[in-house]
T-cell receptor, first 114, second 114 residues
């Protein structure tokens, strides 16, 4: 069935360093890939997304890359800050099916050490 | 910013009791999703609606769970009778139901069944 694998499950970095989270999806029909940040006691909040016709997208300190051939996409956070500490989820959505369902990864708990 | 509103934020009740969770989607969004989040299972899709019609509820235990959209501004998720294994955080998300458009999450209902 459809599946999204996410690695690592936990990640600790020093403040100012970069963090990279990787996801692999199985459904080749997936063509929309959002990333969500979830803080304690809150719902997941969209931080960046990428469509399948784009290989890379950047928004200030965060960037996402997509390799459709390999079915990989990654989140890159540069110059990490303590407020980046949260759980991050990737998702894949086969929007061409008309369902607009997401298949979520299992999450990465990022800790930025001051 | 427009937000998805969920009530109640917290609910503690005894096994066997009926639980009703409510969601107000973002005005203009025609797609509503219900998710359950646990440590073990991550984010599970329970059901979703488009234009108030249920499209998929295959993720929901049918014998005790039911989801409805009485009108465009209200979605409900009911559990009757509740069981301790239903303890989790339940999220509602809404979207425009168009290709490559993100889902927007509420802050969830934290449910504890004693």
């Amino acid at each position: 069935g459809e599946n999204v694998e996410q690695h690592p499950s936990t990640l600790s970095v020093q403040e100012g360093d970069s963090a990279v989270i990787k996801c692999t999806y199985s459904d080749s029909a997936s063509n929309y890939f959002p990333w969500y940040k979830q803080e304690l006691g809150k719902g997941p909040q969209l931080i960046i997304d990428i469509r399948s016709n784009v290989g890379e997208k950047k928004d200030q300190r965060i960037a996402v890359t997509l390799n459709k051939t390999a079915k990989h996409f990654s989140l890159h956070i540069t110059e990490t800050q303590p407020e980046d500490s949260a759980v991050y989820f990737c998702a894949a959505s086969p929007t061409t099916s008309g369902t607009y369902k997401y298949i979520f990864g299992t999450g990465t708990r990022l800790k930025v050490l001051a | 910013d427009a937000r998805v509103t969920q009530t109640p934020r917290h609910k503690v009740t005894e096994m066997g009791q009926e639980v009703t969770m409510r969601c107000q989607p973002i005005l203009g969004h025609n797609t509503v999703f219900w998710y359950r989040q646990t440590m073990m299972q991550g984010l599970e899709l329970l059901a979703y609606f488009r234009n108030r019609a249920p499209l998929d509820d295959s993720g929901m235990p049918k014998d005790r769970f039911s989801a409805e959209m009485p009108d465009a501004t209200l979605a409900t998720l009911k559990i009757q009778p509740s069981e301790p294994r239903d303890s989790a955080v339940y999220f509602c998300a809404s979207g425009l139901g168009q290709g490559n458009q993100p889902q927007h999450f509420g802050d969830g209902t934290r449910l504890s069944i004693l």
